[in-house]
């Protein structure tokens, strides 16, 4: 597991070589694979792959589904409102962007 | 141990009604959530709240809490009282899943229990661990190995949640954005001898960089130059990640003119862009020379700064 270099463990960005299944992310999750289903119908995930064995979502959507999977469990907020939060704050972390950026 | 007022902490008075103290939490709740709020030390406040609203949403515990009256004097040591408890019953679970990180205050009087047990070893895997860390952006820029200290909550032996230290030195990938995760596999929790160990996964956000900031793959980098450097051209040298490179800024240039250098953003299969946007400095009229050059420019340009405001 560990590189004799350094004895550092190498790390890899899930996010890019990660290409997920319905099963594999609602595990990742602890989540029932309906919920993933659900937050797909809703948008706020999106399929990036359809192979023989069904959905394929990149890495990126476990970071996704976990801070849906929060907002709702602590703020009890339904899974529309879920989705709606999640469109408002990226597009708040946008601007915020742009400002820093002083464009 | 800490005495811990709920009612100031919900910003509710000790005679307030349940609809009350329900309307506080959800406000509190969407003002300190991690996950939305920007404001300093919201995780912890959002814990807070979420333990004293545990505790004054549940007739039972309210009661019982109620009894202490308002805590021991200031800089007094609290100590349950003896006969703590006694004639109440706490109904219902607990910590509900997630939200296991409560004070000693609220276990020495609740205890720990209804607290998320260990979850049996899933198809003999071991559960997966989820961090974050504050990358610098170097890392990202040439890979190498970092340190990061993880408090990592597990459950002991005993069913108590302990807040691990764990020192992990990791090659960070090159090329990693905030916002991206690493995989570490095999460093979750263990599973049983013959099962394998669950995955740890850390997300990564990057710390405020002194000289460049980050859009994506892109670096932004803001360029003081001088007014003539900009109005005539020049060369000036320029830092950019892989080291200084000499900068042709064009003729005629002004403030906010942004210059890209293609592919010295953060490397990728394809790189981002360095932009370099054009700050202008003026010399300070410090003394008589200096002064006399302002007053020529002024003579010699016809120039008025504020045309498009129409005056």
Redo the contacts between chains.
Sequence with gaps: ?R?AR???????????Y?KLSVDELS??C?VDRTYIVELVEEGVLSVVEVDAAGWRFS??A??RA??AL??Q????INLPGVAL?LEL?EELEALR?EL???R | MEFKDYYKVMGVPRDATEAQIKQAYRKLARKYHPDVSKEKNAEARFKEVGEAYEVLKSPEKRAAYDQLGQGPRPGEDFRPPPDWGSGFEFSGAGPGAGKADYSDFFESLFGAGGRRTQRGFNNGRGEDHHAKVLLDLEASLQGGSRTFTLRLPEIDAQGHLVSNERVLNVQVPKGILPGQTIRLAGQGSSAGPAGTAGDLFIEVEFQPHPVYRVDGRDLYLDLPVAPWEAALGATVKIPTPGGPVDLKIPPGSHAGTKLRLKGRGIPASIPGDLYVVLQIALPAAADEKAKAAYRAMADALPFNPRASLGV
Aim: net charge positive.
């Design positions: 597991m590189t350094e004895d550092a463990l190498p790390g890899v960005i899930f996010d890019e990660a595990r990742l602890a890495g990126a476990l970071r976990r801070t929060r907002l469990r602590d703020l009890e939060a704050l962007r820093k950026l002083g």
